[in-house]
């Protein structure tokens, strides 16, 4: 029988979906709790001078129809919240019954960050090999650390998981598979890569998760159904999925067109509870709803008198 130690969480990653607007940040948690029954609200933390060459800080953004600056510097500044304002997210998710978390992708972003004390933090593919940042945390972080594998080779994702055994803090590690593109083809999300994780540090870390950035959402529900098999394996636990989340895929901005809007997210975690539920052996030759159905239609020798041939 699987066994299913904790549900899977759903994490609605705003990022920078708000478009820089603290009322939309608000509103998209609101409706990640409310509407679509979320378990985390994400955000996303950078300190762009850090994080960015003077090149890379000056230069127009590659995409200027999804630009809010002149240059791509920016258009970075323009969409990042201060320190308070995520005090303020946090208050707001609280208010509404949702977890909250950011991604942090610098040292200074880590520092500020760490210094609220959410209950996950996140380090996305692009960071994954800055290992100041990490000992950072690993040092002045409590919660759980989250990290992503996007654009990374086996031997990138074995020294990761041991930089965290080395510390201690693998037991609070959660390592997603995930493919880095926006949108992600099908054939390129390559699902039984959280297989292969699970095989090699499921016994090491906290959890595997999911982090998707396709179109539609049957290739999430069938994340959770790999995890959960290699859980029934005895190969550790899945733990999460990780979506991209707006309130309008049009909007302007670059991470839209693979994020879902709010009816997409709901039927997301409707289906993920729903087909968790689903995946079980019996229990019994014969279910009680059988039952019922049993003593009405089943042809059986004692009800008919009926000889078997020998």
Known sequence: MITKSTPVQVIAEIGCNHKGDMEIAKELIRVAAHVCKADVAKFQKRHNKELLTPEEYNTPHPVPANSYGDTYGAHREFLEFDVDQHKDLIACCEENGIAYSTSVWDLTSAREMASLNPPLLKIPSATNQHYDLQGYLCENYGGEIHVS??????????????????????????????????????????????RTLMEKFGATVKGIGFSGHHLGIAADVAAMAVGRAMEADGKGRFTH????????????????????????????????????????????????VEQVQRDKLKWVESRHGAQIAS
């Open 149 to 194: 594998t996007g654009m990374s080779t086996g031997q990138e994702i074995v020294d990761l998981v041991n930089f965290y055994a080395e510390r201690g803090r693998a037991k609070d590690l959660v390592v997603y598979s995930c493919t880095s593109g926006y949108p992600v083809a099908f054939e390129d999300i390559c699902l039984f890569e959280i």
């Open 241 to 288: 999925i990780e979506r991209h989340f707006t309130l309008d895929r049009t909007w302007k901005g670059t991470d839209h067109a693979a994020s879902l809007e709010p009816d997409g997210l709901r039927r997301l975690c409707r289906d993920l509870r729903h087909v968790d539920a689903a995946l079980a052996h019996k229990g019994q030759d014969i279910l009680p």
